[in-house]
């Protein structure tokens, strides 16, 4: 690549034959475009990510909204909640929380840096903010429910599953985690759109296998404010989760040389693995299942959404697989203040309410 695609490029840019701003605009690309470094965001190149950028602060909403109590005497009885449903609860907490912090930190630390446009970089920026959301939203819930913060940021330390797990993820973020990686070249251009595919696979596998967890246990009058509090995260994974395909699908076009056929399989395989890895995670925790939650199931429900991730970024799908919990649409979809969803909670402000 040309040495255009620098950040930060306004320094060198005092000159009687400097760019107009039109030119500039074209030139604007997902990674290795040209940027001064000044958020020029108007006009756009790449409007989806405005687009997203503005959806994103429609969502808005804070952890300190939704109530816990019935979640809190839940918890305290000794009646309402299977010693199995416990630990399935807290184990995928520690899950979701660990995702949420690494998510965090590989945002700020990884990808933002490479993004050469602006647009891009406002709607990267938000998703940041919104995944440090995310982590104060689990530590509302640990404090609420008195659990113990070892047993829940420190449970990968004890339970082998999932520190295999969390090592699987963090190897996918790490290839570009160096501070001396620069896009530009072929192969690091490749491992970069590695690591947006990787984003997708974070955001949209294994975050929904967790959540389902949730809305299994809220399907059965079990925890219902983690679960809301579980779709206001899922609301927001939502919308990285398009922003993450758009990305992709993006540099894809701007350098349409990276999508090889070996590559393809890369991510083909990289998808793949992830629905492996989640499902054993998934079937370590459920034994023979919960409330109708059995690993064959769930094994389905992956495979179902893990075709939807290959087919969104252009790929076949590899399971054909059905969804088998429909009902989950009610819960991740739609104007969940019309169907009254929360009884008793619904709010007459955009912000902090689940209007998608
Ligand atoms: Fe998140
Ligand atoms: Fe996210």
Same mark, same amino acid.
């Not at 994103?56 to 909640?81: F, R």
């Given at each position: 690549m040309t040495t255009e695609s620098k950040k930060g490029m306004f320094q060198d840019e005092f000159s009687e034959?400097?760019?107009?701003?039109?030119?500039?605009?074209?030139? %604007? %690309?997902?990674i290795n475009g040209y940027d001064d470094g000044l958020m020029q965001v108007s006009p756009l190149k790449h409007p989806?990510?405005?687009?997203?950028?503005?959806?994103?602060?429609?969502?808005?909403?804070?952890?300190?909204?939704?109530?816990?109590?019935?979640?809190?005497?839940?918890?305290? *009885?000794? *009646?309402?909640?299977?010693?199995?449903? %416990?630990?399935?609860?807290q184990r995928s907490l520690a899950f979701v929380s660990n995702l949420d912090g690494l998510q965090t930190n590989n945002l700020a630390c990884n990808i933002i840096r490479h993004i050469t446009s602006p647009e891009v970089t406002l709607a990267v920026v938000r998703q940041t903010y919104e995944e440090a959301l995310h982590v104060q939203s689990y530590a509302t819930m640990i404090e609420a429910l008195s659990l113990e913060p070892e047993e829940v940021y420190g449970l990968y330390r004890s339970d082998q599953n999932l520190y295999e797990k969390n090592q699987e993820v963090l190897k996918a973020t790490s290839k570009i985690a160096s501070p001396t990686f620069e896009t530009g070249t072929f192969e690091h251009d490749q491992m970069f759109l590695e690591a947006c595919v990787g984003n997708i696979i974070l955001e949209g596998i294994y975050f929904y296998s967790a959540f389902l967890i949730f809305y299994v246990l809220k399907r059965n009058n079990k925890m219902p404010g983690s679960a809301e509090m579980i779709q206001f995260i899922n609301r927001d994974e939502d919308m990285h989760l398009r922003l993450f395909i758009h990305i992709t699908n993006a540099i894809k076009e701007e350098q349409p040389e990276l999508w090889t056929e070996a590559f393809q399989q890369r991510i083909r395989d990289?998808?793949?693995? *992830?629905?492996?890895?989640?499902y054993s995670w998934g079937a370590s925790c459920l034994a023979d299942g919960i409330l109708g939650l059995t690993p064959d199931k769930l094994r389905e429900y992956l495979q179902f959404t893990g075709d939807n991730r290959l087919q969104a970024i252009g790929l076949e799908k590899e399971w054909? *697989?059905?969804?088998?919990?429909?009902?989950?649409?009610?819960?991740?979809?739609?104007?969940?203040?019309?169907?009254?969803?929360?009884?008793?909670?619904? %709010?007459?402000?955009?912000?902090g309410s689940l209007e998608w």
């Amino acid at each position: 690549m040309t040495t255009e695609s620098k950040k930060g490029m306004f320094q060198d840019e005092f000159s009687e034959s400097k760019m107009s701003n039109t030119e500039i605009i074209n030139k %604007r %690309r997902v990674i290795n475009g040209y940027d001064d470094g000044l958020m020029q965001v108007s006009p756009l190149k790449h409007p989806w990510a405005y687009d997203l950028f503005e959806k994103m602060i429609k969502n808005n909403w804070v952890p300190q909204e939704v109530s816990m109590q019935a979640d809190v005497d839940m918890w305290k *009885s000794d *009646s309402e909640l299977t010693p199995q449903e %416990r630990e399935v609860y807290q184990r995928s907490l520690a899950f979701v929380s660990n995702l949420d912090g690494l998510q965090t930190n590989n945002l700020a630390c990884n990808i933002i840096r490479h993004i050469t446009s602006p647009e891009v970089t406002l709607a990267v920026v938000r998703q940041t903010y919104e995944e440090a959301l995310h982590v104060q939203s689990y530590a509302t819930m640990i404090e609420a429910l008195s659990l113990e913060p070892e047993e829940v940021y420190g449970l990968y330390r004890s339970d082998q599953n999932l520190y295999e797990k969390n090592q699987e993820v963090l190897k996918a973020t790490s290839k570009i985690a160096s501070p001396t990686f620069e896009t530009g070249t072929f192969e690091h251009d490749q491992m970069f759109l590695e690591a947006c595919v990787g984003n997708i696979i974070l955001e949209g596998i294994y975050f929904y296998s967790a959540f389902l967890i949730f809305y299994v246990l809220k399907r059965n009058n079990k925890m219902p404010g983690s679960a809301e509090m579980i779709q206001f995260i899922n609301r927001d994974e939502d919308m990285h989760l398009r922003l993450f395909i758009h990305i992709t699908n993006a540099i894809k076009e701007e350098q349409p040389e990276l999508w090889t056929e070996a590559f393809q399989q890369r991510i083909r395989d990289n998808v793949k693995a *992830s629905v492996e890895l989640e499902y054993s995670w998934g079937a370590s925790c459920l034994a023979d299942g919960i409330l109708g939650l059995t690993p064959d199931k769930l094994r389905e429900y992956l495979q179902f959404t893990g075709d939807n991730r290959l087919q969104a970024i252009g790929l076949e799908k590899e399971w054909n *697989s059905e969804n088998p919990f429909p009902w989950i649409d009610q819960f991740t979809q739609g104007n969940m203040i019309e169907v009254n969803f929360f009884e008793g909670t619904v %709010r007459e402000y955009q912000t902090g309410s689940l209007e998608w």
